[in-house]
Every structure is written in structure tokens, then in C-alpha cells.
């Protein structure tokens, strides 16, 4: 069975940093985009970044471009989102989710529907 594995939430003040990790284990691919979600209470889970495949194409929410960096290291299956200049407004659950591909590929899927995988989700927290 497939596990995606959050980790490095926390609580931190505005304009501090955190560095989210996601651990792939037993995915039933090789290859796989990965992107990140986040979730605040009483909203929708909301799209915040994703990178493909082949690790070179990446897109993000206008809310956090510039501010957050996605990054991968396929060879240890782990997936990484560097958030800075963290805010309030960031507050969330954050998941990653995989969605696997047949190839090396620049696909960089931004639909949570796109995902056929997902981790348990990671609590952060920015205190104004």
C-alpha cells in the first residue's frame, strides 16, 4: 500500500520559516508528479505547489509564489516545500499527494482530483 509521510509542521511567528517533508514509500510508480495542498478551517483544500516527474517544471498558487520553493530528490523518493516569510494567512493543514506517470514527464498537475495519492497532512501554524 502506498504511503505518503508529512512532516515539519509546527507553529511559528510571521515571517519565519518552515521546511515541509514528504517521504514516498510503495507507490505503485517510478515516476510521479508531486504537489502539495493545504487546508485551513471551514475552507476547501486549495492548491499551493507542484513539481513533475522529471523534477525541472514546477508551478505554485499566486498566494505563495515567490514566498515557497517545491523540490524533489527522486532518489530518496522525498519531496520537499521550503516555505519563508511565512503568514497568517498560511495557517493549514498541508498534505502532499502523488500522481504517477508513465514516464519522466513535465505533466504538473494543479487539481487535487489529479492526485491519486495523499498523505495524513501536517499542521502549521503562523502566529501574527
Known amino acids: 500500500q502506498a504511503q505518503l509521510e508529512t512532516s515539519g509542521g509546527g507553529l511559528v511567528q510571521t515571517g519565519d520559516s518552515l521546511r515541509l517533508t514528504c517521504t514516498v514509500s510503495?507507490?505503485?510508480?517510478?515516476?510521479?508528479?508531486l504537489g502539495w495542498f493545504r487546508q485551513a478551517p471551514g475552507k476547501e483544500r486549495e492548491f499551493v505547489a507542484t513539481?513533475?516527474?522529471?523534477?525541472?517544471?514546477?508551478e505554485y498558487a499566486d498566494s505563495v509564489k515567490g514566498r515557497f520553493t517545491i523540490s524533489r530528490d527522486s532518489a530518496k523518493n522525498t519531496g520537499n516545500l521550503q516555505m519563508d516569510s511565512l503568514k497568517p494567512e498560511d495557517t493549514a493543514v498541508y498534505f502532499c499527494?502523488?500522481?504517477?506517470?508513465?514516464?519522466?514527464?513535465?505533466?504538473?498537475?494543479?487539481?487535487?482530483?489529479?492526485?491519486?495519492?495523499w498523505g495524513q497532512g501536517t499542521q502549521v501554524t503562523v502566529a501574527s
Open positions: 513539481i513533475s516527474s522529471s523534477g525541472d517544471v514546477t
Open positions: 499527494a502523488a500522481r504517477g506517470t508513465n514516464d519522466y514527464s513535465h505533466y504538473i498537475p494543479r487539481s487535487a482530483n489529479d492526485y491519486y495519492y
Open positions: 510503495r507507490l505503485p510508480y517510478i515516476y510521479y508528479a
